[in-house]
């Protein structure tokens, strides 16, 4: 099942065209698409049962991000052992860093970016979990039941900002405007034959700089959801940035940033792409 945010509006997406929910439901589920994580079990029983009509076509460019206003907001820092050894790090021994990436940063999955001005702006492919049910104390056994589903993501950092002293800045470096795109659309659990082995590229102009598989997170989705709920509890919409392989612009010598009309291309396996081009 894919759960898309269409011009606002909560839609399904079935083989390539957009139903509205609101109005295949007869108003039974509200039209706004954060609000559906509230009442997740009930609408995916209904959607996986509903005589649904045909649906329309769309743009890519009107999708908006599946979790547009989430309460929570929660992004991993080194959690492919590749990636902390780029970016001068030991592979962390327990939770890896978690920062957050404000909410105004959160885009669909086709937009213009405009790039900080003096910045060194960087890309970071990652797995975007959405919670689907409220997790507190949550085991690793249990933990993919409190899922409602699965997007890709772009974790966009400016480099300059989140490296400035006396202590870094993660989470302002990485909530500039539109550093945040999600989607295309949300992806159930049920329609991957694996949803821990799933694989990630990025590309910039055509040249692939990043590919991996989330199998090899330090932390898997199970395992963070029961570190992250031993804490504070997940609520439902809430959304988790589960980190970025090996391959970003921070890492590589000479170092590599994004610049005025370049073209980023970030794909998960079973998922789909984002697609973002940059202005100065």
């Known amino acids: 099942m894919r759960i898309a945010n269409l011009s606002g509006r909560l839609t399904l997406i079935v083989d390539g065209r957009a139903v509205d929910v609101e109005q295949a439901s007869g108003g039974r589920f509200a039209a706004d698409p954060q609000a559906v994580y509230e009442r997740w079990e009930e609408f995916h029983t209904w959607a996986k049962t509903a005589d649904l009509p045909t649906g329309d076509g ?75 049910r409220r997790a507190e104390a949550v085991s690793e056994t249990d933990a993919w039941r ?12 400016e480099r300059v900002v989140q490296l400035a002293g006396p202590a870094p800045q993660f989470s302002l470096g990485k909530s500039f405007p539109g550093f945040a795109p999600i989607g295309p659309w949300l992806v159930t659990t049920d329609e991957f034959d694996n949803p821990d082995d799933l694989e990630l590229r990025c590309a910039i102009n055509g040249e692939e700089v990043q590919k991996g598989r989330t199998r090899d997170l330090i932390f898997s989705v199970p395992a963070l959801i ?55």
């Open 58 to 132: 769309f743009e890519p460019a009107k999708l908006g991000s599946p979790a547009p206003a989430p309460r929570q907001t929660l992004a991993i820092g080194l959690n492919y052992r590749d990636h902390a050894s780029e970016s001068g790090f030991a592979a962390p021994e327990g939770l890896p860093p978690v920062f957050t990436k404000f909410a105004t940063s959160i885009t669909g999955p086709v937009t213009e970016v405009k790039l900080p001005e003096g910045g060194h702006t960087d890309w970071e492919v990652e797995l975007v979990v959405v919670i689907g």
């Open 146 to 157: 409190h899922v409602a589903g699965l997007a890709v993501g772009q974790d966009i950092s």
């Open 226 to 280: 029961a570190g992250l709920s031993a804490v504070l509890p997940l609520l439902p919409g809430d959304v988790i940035f589960t980190g970025t392989p090996a391959g970003v612009g921070l890492g590589r010598n000479p170092q590599r940033w994004l610049a005025a009309g370049d073209e980023l291309v970030s794909t998960i396996e079973g998922i789909g792409e984002l697609r973002q081009t940059f202005v100065a």
